[in-house]
């Protein structure tokens, strides 16, 4: 089975940075797109940032500039880095990943982590 497990995740102060990891592990071969969700108290997930295998990166305006995400294809991680952060940021972040393995490819989900931002 495939596991996603997140890191980085904690508590910073507004204007500070913050990275996330997430590494997928188990019967895997190897990752296709990547990416981060993030979900707030009271609303809905929403989209953070991807990538592609090929290194196409897309963003939501919010962060556009601010975030960077990256990853290393041989270890089946993704990366987030967080700079600037605002009140605003606040929220459980999710990975995700597309993973090719033995079978069809599924998309794959972590725990989430927790990134809280003070004024």
């Known amino acids: 089975q495939v596991q996603l497990v997140e890191s980085g995740g904690g508590l910073v102060q507004a204007g500070e940075s913050l990275t996330l990891s997430c590494a997928a592990s188990?019967?895997?071969?190897?990752?296709?797109?990547m990416g981060w969700y993030r979900q707030a108290p009271g609303k809905q997930r929403e989209f953070v940032a991807s990538i592609s295998s090929g290194g196409k990166t897309n963003y939501v305006g919010s962060v556009r500039g601010r975030f960077t995400i990256s990853r290393d294809n041989a270890k089946n991680t993704v990366y987030l880095q967080m700079n600037s952060l605002k009140p605003e940021d606040a929220a459980v972040y999710y990975c995700y990943a597309l993973v090719v393995g033995p079978g069809p490819n599924k998309n794959a989900w972590g725990q989430g982590t927790q990134v809280t931002v003070s004024s």
């Open positions: 188990g019967s895997i071969f190897s990752t296709n797109d």
